[in-house]
């Protein structure tokens, strides 16, 4: 049987407002009218809907059961209509994104000047905050959208409050001064001078991995945090480093050596956002955007990334 949802409709007024009269005036329309609408209706599913024995019309079995469906029917209707306004309506307004450097430098800075041009009332608000802080000023709300940074060998933790959407996976290298020779074993680069990162850090997470491999504790000569002084220490025959991809960017061609070790594995860097409380559980569609604006950015990084990766003889 066809049902249309809109004599549907003028069934759950009149179940609603206990009549044709008072469902005529919340519909606009007349009495005849609803009466016809319910009269069609019945002849669309072949029963009785509306017990007319009575002086005052009521629903009959049959139509106090499709009455409330036609309810449930309403509310959802209600609900869509809802989420659709805000995607022609709400795409405005301040989205506020903690990341850390190379993911705003990288990320962020390309995916802003697309927002600009396409959706000039969308405004980022950028805060350098990452790690178990961010996290926290996500779920009290104090940022919409966290760009995150995690080894690929660690499994992704339960976050049932939030959802992880991957953008890039983003290799580590291990970089030496360029006037360095390639060692002629991980063993022997490992007893070389390192610029190292913090054990809790992604990056000093690969170097650990690197030395449990081969069985050799790395010279870690020096401890830095952020990736630009990690590669001028390097590029000037302080060290070696193991950086992310995205790092090399930050220097130009042939300051530094990339060596052809390959076991220091890579990360995983995710847009988190707090979960959708609307029934569909899409995200806000100004946070969807903003993604999608960062996904876009992040696409273009794999070309320009490239050239940069190829190891040197």
């Known amino acids: 049987m066809d049902i249309d949802p809109r004599r549907l409709r003028v069934l759950h007024e009149v179940a609603r407002r206990g009549g044709v009269m008072r469902a005529a005036e919340a519909l606009y329309l007349t009495p005849s009218a609803v009466s016809q609408q319910l009269a069609q209706l019945e002849r669309e599913v072949g029963l009785a809907l509306i017990d ?16 409330g469906y036609a309810e449930r029917v309403e509310e959802e209707l209600t609900e869509a209509r809802k989420e659709l306004t805000r995607f022609t309506e709400r795409l405005a307004g301040p989205v506020r994104i903690a990341a850390f450097p190379t993911a705003i430098k990288h990320m962020l800075v390309p995916a802003m000047r697309a927002l600009a041009e396409r959706h000039p009332r969308i405004t980022p608000v950028i805060h350098e ?112 480093a193991i950086v992310p991809s995205l790092a090399l960017l930050d220097v130009p061609e042939g300051e530094v050596r990339v060596s052809d070790v390959r076991e220091v594995g890579a990360r995983r860097l995710d847009a988190v956002t707090r979960v959708s409380r609307t029934r569909s559980g899409e995200p806000d569609p100004v946070q969807a955007v903003v993604i999608g604006a960062i996904e876009e950015a992040t696409e273009g990084l794999r070309a320009a990334l490239g050239p940069r990766l190829a190891t040197q003889p």
């Open 129 to 240: 905050v990452y790690g178990q802080p961010a996290l926290q000023e996500l779920r009290l709300g104090a940022v919409d959208l966290l760009i995150t940074e995690q080894d690929m060998s660690l499994p992704v933790p339960a976050q049932p409050s939030l959802t992880v959407r991957p953008l890039h996976v983003d290799e580590f290298r291990v970089v030496l001064p360029p006037d360095w020779p390639e060692p002629e074993s991980t063993a022997d680069l490992m007893r070389l001078p390192w610029v190292a990162a913090e054990p809790d850090q992604a990056c000093g997470q690969a170097l650990d991995r690197l030395a449990g491999i081969h069985g050799v504790e790395p010279r870690r000569t020096h401890v830095v945090t952020d990736f630009s002084p990690v590669l001028a220490l390097v590029a000037a025959g302080h060290g070696v």
């Open 52 to 67: 007319r024995s009575q002086r005052r019309v009521s629903l009959a079995p049959a139509g106090r059961v499709l009455a």
